[in-house]
């Protein structure tokens, strides 16, 4: 069916929305239609008819295609970046706080911009101080950083062009090797102003976990249901720790943009409890909707994306070390750390830390945690925390690259444009064939962790279309910091 759609429009007539329409036909049984028309039409006619099945389907296509245009012309376009540095008046900020939406968040609305600022004015927060004196990063500037190229939707232009182009909606990058500070720049946040990490903060999810399997505390190998109470009885139940660090629960949790605009899915639902927002008249709590998740696969199959699951590691932190999440964290990590800051990490009404994402800090002190899967830990850590054991589980994980193309993975591959993505693992989204680490969060946050180079890459923005991603690898292998 896909290859009589293509034979009779061409393939440089369909418009991105008519190519998922036909990514989903791949897997359309046309063997009953095929087998009726065989029956009961004449031979002759049997071409001509499926010519005009294939024009219906690409005109469903064009259609599907025109409401999201519309809807996409109805959602109102981002502020400029440097409303940021302006600041909002009380009559917007009142606004922001008493009508903010998960809506607002995840369709990157004026909104976003704010709570990406302030996102501790809508959720509960727990507060990790800093505990320890700041190690200040010393500064190398690489001026050559910015003139790294690379092709964007806005054009092909050096990275320091990408910045400033208000179209970019960037707002804040920072570079550095062996501990220095390299490459940095701030378009659109102070260099201290705290900034929402989106699912960049799932990195600190698994990385609780492997201190708790480095404590001999944790088996990865056991199920789930073996530590957690709370999910005995469930499909959690026997869902295997190290399926669950890897994006493979094998659950109807997938998080990607039809789940989250449909109201009766498990992740749109958590979102909303996360915020307290009401579903059929009441709020649920995080647990409660998590433990309706069913499955759809053996765990263990494939890595499809999933903030639920990550949710599942802070439950399985909790349940061992007897603590919340927030105190655990703060005791094992934020309090080794030379940071410049507090961790902010936000809270659902019911006092569950929302570490898939709601997660806030400056700038360097997200990137002094890329520093501890670096050489240069010590540079951001009194300690090292993150051991060579937790880093070789990460980096030489056993997951394939047909178990991240089978699943979520190719999106990340082409943003990145980069193919030599070996998997994805530890919650992470991209562990590529030399070693290097890369994290992604809503609306263009990431983090990319070179251990050979010494290099981390670090980012904020309140853009949906991911652009800052292809900048990554060119820096990375830009020579400036070795092959």
């Not at 062996?178 to 946040?189: D, F, L, N, Q, T």
């Not at 562990?431 to 990319?448: A, H, M, P, R, V």
Request: contains cysteine.
């Amino acid at each position: 069916m896909v290859r009589l759609v293509l034979q009779t429009f061409g393939q440089q007539q369909l418009s991105e929305n008519q190519r998922l329409v036909l990514a989903v036909l791949k897997n359309f049984n046309t063997d009953s239609l095929l087998s009726k028309l065989n029956r009961i039409v004449a031979v002759k006619y049997r071409k001509y008819m499926m010519k005009q099945i294939a024009t219906a389907i690409v005109c469903l296509a064009l259609s599907i295609g025109a409401v999201q245009q519309a809807q996409a012309q109805e959602r109102p376009k981002p502020d400029p970046v440097s409303k940021a540095l302006e600041g909002w008046s009380e009559k917007e900020t009142l606004d922001y706080l008493r009508n903010f939406n998960i809506e607002a968040l995840v369709t990157g609305s004026p909104a976003a911009l704010w709570y990406h600022r302030y996102a501790s004015q809508t959720n509960k927060t727990a507060i990790l101080v800093r505990r320890q004196p700041i190690m200040e990063l010393s500064k190398a500037a690489i001026p050559g950083v910015g003139n790294v190229s690379a092709e964007t939707a806005l054009g092909t232009m050096t990275l320091d062009e990408y910045l400033r182009h208000p179209e970019s909606y960037a707002q804040g990058f920072i570079v550095l090797h062996k501990g220095r500070i390299v490459y940095e720049s701030y378009p659109g946040m102070r260099e201290l102003d705290p900034h929402f990490w989106a699912s960049n903060a799932k990195i600190l999810a698994s990385l609780a976990v492997d201190l708790l399997i480095d404590d001999g505390l944790i088996d990865e190998d056991q199920p789930l249901g073996t530590y957690v109470p709370e999910f005995r009885g469930t499909e959690w139940e026997n869902v295997k720790v190290v399926d669950a660090l890897d994006m493979s629960a094998g659950l109807d949790v997938s998080d990607d943009g039809e789940s989250r605009l449909d109201p009766n899915s498990v992740i749109a639902r958590l979102f909303r409890a996360e915020l307290g927002e009401e579903r059929d008249g009441k709020v649920e709590y995080m647990l409660d909707v998590m433990v309706d998740a069913e499955r759809i696969e053996p765990s263990g199959k494939s890595w499809v994306y999933s903030s639920v699951t990550t949710q599942a590691l802070v439950f399985l932190v909790e349940a061992v070390s007897g603590k919340s999440w927030s105190d655990f964290f703060e005791e094992r990590v934020w309090s080794k750390m030379g940071v410049e800051g507090p961790l902010q990490v936000h809270l659902s009404p019911d006092g569950i830390a929302i570490v898939h994402g709601p997660v806030s800090s400056n700038l360097r002190d997200m990137a002094r945690v890329g520093l501890l899967y670096t050489p240069s830990w010590h540079k951001s850590s009194i300690e090292q925390i993150v051991s060579p054991a937790i880093l070789d589980r990460t980096q030489n994980t056993p997951r394939t690259r047909d178990f991240y193309l089978e699943g979520t993975g190719r999106p990340y591959i082409e943003r990145l444009a980069d193919e030599t993505i070996r998997t994805g693992a530890r919650q992470w989204d991209a562990i590529f064939e030399d070693g290097d680490l890369f994290k992604s969060g809503l609306n263009t946050q990431g983090i990319y962790v070179s251990p050979q180079r010494d290099l981390v890459i670090a980012y904020f923005s309140t853009d949906q279309s991911q652009g800052l991603q292809r900048y990554l690898r060119p820096i990375a292998k830009s020579g400036f910091f070795g092959k």
